[in-house]
């Protein structure tokens, strides 16, 4: 460093730790270190923290799931978030929803949201880092990082240079860009020569292509309970026909396993077995058509654009064992090829990022730079739809919080 540059960093603020994103696991990490009284600066480009936070399951935050596993995650090294969620786990985050007093309920799959609004777990993360003395420089932009000896870290930025023991890089993924969301956690990783995994929105609705958007156009608002598959993954929940395509808890999931130019198979009728049910009917009630039989199970506008063969209004005694399966492949295994999903505009979740294997799944430090930290969704490791994003972004940032 030369005498100019030792001016200048004798000028600097001097931080312990400097957190890059005040999101989930960036104001969990700066209450465990603030609460370990270490001298906490959270620095974030958005005018307020924990936007996602407010936004999380449609304003009502499924903040945890009361079983999390890391089958539930997506990431090259599928036993990296194990550590850390075992460490901190949905309990511990009900220890401190139930200190504040926050009423919540168990939906469907042991996902739990509150009975509020999500405003109540910002305010309550915000409380804590209060208690624990942390301090926030909101709207502030991020102009270089830089390390200067080990364990010391300049950041500079538009209200001033600082320089910290530990850099947590806490900046989350790209979904949902005027959220403030921002590929700067990326170029840090980059910076310092630590791999990055390319990335893609996870957990998010298909666009069809216009022969599919065309004939379901009509079916728009309609949910139905499906089963949605691949190759490789299969999930039973309801899908939504949207006007731009496919959405719904079974597509979202399905889609953080989805390649570019992959069909999808759906069984729109998981429960029966539609050729049996058909035969059974037309021994019994011989005149009933194909369409009515199926429209007990299924909305009438559904079937009307499903059932697509010209036997579909003809009685059931005129039909042969035969057309029996093609109704059933139409409705149970309708394989459709997505044109491409709706992007980071609306996913929720960002697929790939930090490279766990440069990282410590104890602290969640830089194996190669002490003192260098990422946690959340910058890394590696995107969730399921259910509360699991949030749980890694709790205990990520708690990991690293004991470290700082
Ligand atoms: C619409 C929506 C609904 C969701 N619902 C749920 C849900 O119900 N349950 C669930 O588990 N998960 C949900 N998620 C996912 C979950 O919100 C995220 O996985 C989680 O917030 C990630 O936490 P994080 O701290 O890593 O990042 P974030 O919470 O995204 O925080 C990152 C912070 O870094 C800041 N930042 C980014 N770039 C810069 C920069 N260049 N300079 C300075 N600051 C920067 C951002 O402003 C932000 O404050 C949802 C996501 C979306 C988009």
Redesign the pocket.
């Given at each position: 460093m030369d005498s100019k540059e030792k001016q200048q960093t004798s000028l600097d603020k001097k931080i312990d730790v400097i957190i890059?994103?005040?999101?989930?696991?960036?104001?969990m990490c700066a209450i465990e270190a603030g609460k370990r009284q270490r001298k906490v600066l959270v620095?974030?480009?958005?005018k307020e923290?924990?936007?996602?936070?407010l936004?999380?399951?449609?304003g009502?935050?499924?903040?945890?799931n009361y079983s999390v596993s890391h089958e539930n995650y997506i990431s090259n090294n599928p036993h990296f978030c194990k550590s850390a969620l075992s460490r901190y786990n949905s309990y511990d985050f009900l220890d401190l929803i139930n200190k504040y007093d926050i009423s919540f309920s168990e939906r469907e799959h042991e996902q739990l949201?509150c009975d509020g609004s999500a405003r109540e777990i910002l305010d309550m993360l915000l409380a804590e880092c209060k208690k624990a003395g942390v301090t926030f420089q909101m709207d502030?932009?991020?102009e270089k990082v830089e390390q200067l000896a080990e364990h010391n870290f300049r950041l500079c930025s538009s209200r001033g240079n600082y320089t910290c023991h530990s850099l947590v890089v806490?900046?989350?993924?790209l979904?949902?860009p005027t959220?403030?969301?921002?590929p700067?956690?990326y170029k840090i990783a980059e910076q310092f020569n630590i791999k990055v995994w390319p990335q893609s929105p996870g957990?998010v609705p298909f666009t069809l292509q216009p022969k599919d958007k065309e004939q379901l156009a009509t079916l728009s608002g309609i949910a139905v309970d499906a089963v949605v598959s691949n190759r490789r993954r299969s999930f039973r929940e309801n899908i939504l026909f949207t006007h731009r395509g496919l959405s719904g808890p079974a597509i979202l999931q399905m889609s953080s396993y989805w390649q570019p130019g992959e069909e999808l198979t759906i069984n729109l009728l998981p429960d029966i077995d539609l050729v049996e049910v058909l035969k059974e009917q037309q021994q019994q009630r011989p005149l009933r058509t194909v369409k009515s039989v199926v429209a007990e199970y299924l909305p009438k506008r559904l079937v009307k654009t499903m059932v697509q063969t010209n036997f579909a209004d003809s009685s059931l005694k005129t039909i042969l064992p035969k057309e029996f399966v093609e109704i059933s492949e139409q409705l149970q295994q309708w394989t459709i090829k997505p044109n491409a999903t709706e992007g980071y505009r609306?996913?929720?979740?960002t697929l790939g990022g930090v490279d766990c294997d440069a990282i410590s799944s104890k602290t969640m430090e830089s194996n190669k730079i002490p003192g260098l930290f990422f946690?959340?969704?910058?890394l590696d490791v995107s969730?399921w739809?259910?509360?699991?994003?949030?749980?890694?972004?709790w205990s990520s940032?708690w990991c690293a919080g004991q470290y700082v």
């Open positions: 890059i994103g005040a999101g989930a696991s960036g104001l620095v974030d480009h958005a923290p924990g936007k996602k936070i936004m999380s399951g449609g009502r935050c499924n903040f945890t949201f502030t932009t991020i806490a900046t989350g993924g979904s949902i959220s403030g969301a921002s700067l956690g957990l609306t996913a929720e979740v946690t959340g969704e910058v969730g739809l259910g509360g699991y994003n949030l749980q890694w972004a940032g």
